[in-house]
């Protein structure tokens, strides 16, 4: 079946920090990608999606490629800052599986000043 | 933009009560899901609908079922609450079946403990 692992958290970052949250997927069929992200007391959001192979989302500042050979979808973000403490959900669905998705444990992301 | 929502954001039962959990999306969504989310577990998916009266089970469907009556509205029903369902309940929508590229709208969460 279809599966996607995360990196383990937490993560604790300064203000100003790179950051990179790994993910990589195995899948039966064709897969779209997607980071939902979750503040704190909310529900999650898209935050961005590639839907085929070597496609960038963006949003907010934060990248993902879809890297169809190393099987990973990486976020990515040059400068955080203490409003993307969150929890961030890396997420797949595919033409095989009825509309619903796959999603990995979450990372839990803290920014600090 | 696409709004889902759930009935209540904070709810406490008792053990053994029947619990309705309501979810309403307005964008005419063909799918809706229900999951549960507790620390350490990630989201874990109850039931799913792709249709009005159309259901299919989750992962950890036990304890649970659903109603989908309408289109826009999707129940999850807890038959006889125990304190292992203690958890935040998230509701979700998508737009088309089987298009493989369908992003999920989430609503806020029910946070239910049982006692």
């Known amino acids: 079946g279809d599966s996607v692992t995360q990196m383990e958290g937490p993560v604790t970052l300064s203000e100003e920090a790179f950051l990179t949250i790994n993910c990589t997927y195995t899948?039966?069929?064709?897969?779209?990608l997607f980071w939902y992200v979750q503040y704190p007391g909310e529900g999650l959001q898209l935050l961005l999606k590639?839907?085929?192979?070597?496609d960038k989302g963006s949003n907010k500042g934060f990248e993902a490629t879809y890297r169809k050979e190393t099987t990973s979808f990486h976020l990515e973000k040059g400068s955080v800052q203490v409003s993307d403490s969150a929890v961030y959900f890396c997420?797949?669905?595919?033409?095989?599986?009825?509309?619903?998705?796959?999603f990995g444990d979450g990372t839990t992301l803290t920014v600090k000043p | 933009d696409v709004k889902v929502t759930q009935s209540s954001r904070y709810l406490v039962k008792r053990t053994g009560e029947k619990v309705f959990l309501e979810c309403v999306q307005d964008?005419?969504?063909?799918?809706m899901f229900w999951y549960r989310q507790d620390p350490g577990l990630g989201l874990r998916l109850i039931y799913f609908?792709?249709?009005?009266?159309?259901?299919e089970k989750g992962d950890i469907p036990e304890g649970y079922s659903v109603s989908r009556e309408k289109k826009e509205r999707f129940s999850l029903i807890l038959e006889s609450a125990s304190t292992n369902q203690t958890s935040m309940y998230l509701c979700?929508?998508?737009?088309?079946?089987?298009?493989?590229?369908?992003?999920?709208?989430f609503g806020p969460g029910t946070r239910l403990t049982v006692l």
């Open positions: 609908s792709y249709d009005v009266k159309m259901k």
């Open positions: 997420a797949l669905t595919t033409n095989t599986n009825a509309g619903k998705s796959t």
């Open positions: 979700a929508s998508s737009l088309v079946q089987g298009a493989g590229s369908d992003t999920q709208y």
């Open positions: 964008m005419d969504h063909e799918n």
């Open positions: 899948a039966t069929g064709y897969p779209s």
């Open positions: 590639a839907t085929k192979a070597d």
